[in-house]
């Protein structure tokens, strides 16, 4: 059983950055994809920015460009930085690794982007 710890939400004004980390338990390296999800107020829980294991990147259309998905093996965490943040990126953003057979959810952390 993995566990995976969100980190780094705050309240930041339109325009600011904020960087989120996941931390896993185990080893990252043994998953396919690493994912930030969010879920905006009253909303559903979209994908936001993807990582595979051949370090490929995929992007949600309203954060590309703005946000920067990232890993680091050796401290088993990958992170999303988050720039132009706009009051619409405002949500819970979970982390997800998935594998072939299982795939592993955060307690997500709260983003909220207002002045």
């Known amino acids: 059983q993995v566990q995976l710890m969100e980190s780094g939400g705050d309240l930041v004004q339109p325009g600011g950055s904020l960087r989120l980390s996941c931390a896993a338990s185990?080893?990252?390296?043994?998953?396919?994809?690493m994912n930030w999800y969010r879920q905006p107020p009253g909303k559903q829980r979209e994908l936001v920015a993807t990582i595979i294991s051949d370090g490929s990147t995929n992007y949600a259309d309203s954060v590309k460009g703005r946000f920067t998905i990232s890993r680091d093996y050796a401290k088993n965490t990958v992170y999303l930085q988050m720039n132009s943040l706009k009051p619409e990126d405002t949500a819970v953003y979970y982390c997800?690794?998935?594998?072939?057979?299982?795939?592993?959810w955060g307690q997500g952390t709260q983003v909220t982007v207002s002045s």
């Open positions: 185990g080893n990252i390296f043994s998953f396919n994809a």
């Open positions: 997800n690794a998935m594998s072939k057979a299982s795939s592993y």
